[in-house]
């Protein structure tokens, strides 16, 4: 017998479908196949899938539209995100708790992704490593902060644990407008910035080298290098 704890197959199938959104594989406004042949396609029941669906539909993921079909939400990551983020807005002085946050998760997620991530993985983080190193080396700041905020989740997808995903995805926006305001005054090609690109390019290397505990350090080291620069803009 299975374990009791064990999740049901409809809670694992939109745990499934999930990380499967939220990591871009079905885009916003997308039409999901027909239960019929998914259910086929993934080898469970049609009742097992249409269960799953309907938890998606109920955390916004998805939209099922009488006669035409299952689509993915426009907006996925943006129902979740929004409670964070009007905290945020009410409590700016908030920034240094969510860095101590983040210090604690993304820490933790290039450890685990450093040990568990697969070739899928490491080839969709050294994409978002050689966005993120051109977008710092550019102009373009809504451009670095989506390639900021990509490369961390990456890194937290990488981790295979759904939890470290779930998290990193409801903190989206947020983590968006942390990232804006981190860099707001980051001028191009400064050493700031280039201090920034050496981060990354630390952190993602020792990912790819299956080096855990260097990987907790290189992420550590950015965050700390993050804090400074907060600490030091609230002092000026």
Same mark, same amino acid.
């Given at each position: 017998?299975?374990?009791?704890?064990?999740?049901?197959?409809?809670?694992?199938?939109?745990?499934? +479908?999930?990380?499967?959104?939220?990591?871009?594989?079905?885009?916003?406004?997308?039409? +999901?196949?027909?239960?019929?042949?998914?259910?086929?396609?993934?080898?469970?029941?049609?009742?097992?899938?249409?269960?799953? +669906?309907?938890?998606?539909?109920?955390?916004?993921?998805?939209?099922?539209?009488?006669?035409?079909? =299952?689509?993915?939400?426009?907006? /996925?990551?943006?129902?979740?995100?929004? $409670?964070?983020?009007?905290?945020?807005?009410?409590?700016p002085l908030m920034q240094a708790d969510l860095l101590?946050?983040?210090?604690?998760?993304? $820490?933790?997620?290039?450890?685990?992704?450093?040990?568990?991530?697969?070739?899928?993985?490491?080839?969709?983080?050294?994409?978002?490593?050689?966005?993120?190193a051109a977008a710092y080396a550019g102009r373009d700041? /809504?451009?670095?902060?989506?390639?900021?905020?990509?490369?961390?989740?990456?890194?937290?997808? $990488?981790?295979?644990?759904?939890?470290?995903?779930?998290?990193?995805? =409801?903190?989206?926006?947020?983590?968006?407008?942390?990232?804006?305001?981190?860099?707001?005054?980051?001028? /191009?090609?400064?050493?700031?910035?280039?201090?920034? $690109?050496?981060?990354?390019?630390?952190?993602?290397?020792?990912?790819?080298?299956?080096?855990?505990?260097?990987?907790?350090?290189?992420?550590?080291?950015?965050?700390?290098?993050?804090?400074?620069?907060?600490?030091?803009?609230?002092?000026?």
């Open positions: 017998m299975k374990h009791a704890l064990a999740a049901r197959l409809p809670d694992q199938l939109a745990s499934r +479908l999930e990380r499967a959104i939220l990591a871009g594989e079905h885009r916003p406004g997308e039409r +999901l196949p027909p239960e019929r042949d998914w259910a086929a396609r993934l080898g469970v029941s049609r009742a097992a899938l249409r269960e799953a +669906l309907g938890q998606l539909a109920e955390r916004g993921l998805v939209l099922r539209r009488h006669g035409a079909g =299952t689509f993915v939400s426009d907006q /996925p990551d943006a129902r979740r995100a929004d $409670a964070w983020t009007q905290l945020l807005q009410r409590q101590e946050f983040r210090d604690m998760l993304e $820490a933790r997620c290039a450890e685990l992704a450093a040990e568990r991530a697969d070739e899928t993985d490491l080839a969709r983080l050294a994409a978002c490593h050689e966005a993120v700041r /809504p451009a670095q902060v989506r390639a900021d905020v990509a490369f961390h989740r990456a890194i937290a997808d $990488a981790a295979r644990n759904p939890v470290f995903s779930y998290l990193v995805a =409801t903190l989206l926006a947020l983590l968006h407008e942390h990232v804006h305001i981190s860099i707001a005054d980051l001028a /191009p090609d400064s050493a700031e910035a280039r201090a920034l $690109a050496a981060q990354h390019e630390a952190l993602w290397r020792r990912i790819e080298a299956r080096d855990p505990a260097g990987a907790a350090q290189a992420a550590r080291r950015h965050i700390d290098f993050v804090r400074q620069r907060w600490q030091r803009a609230l002092e000026d």
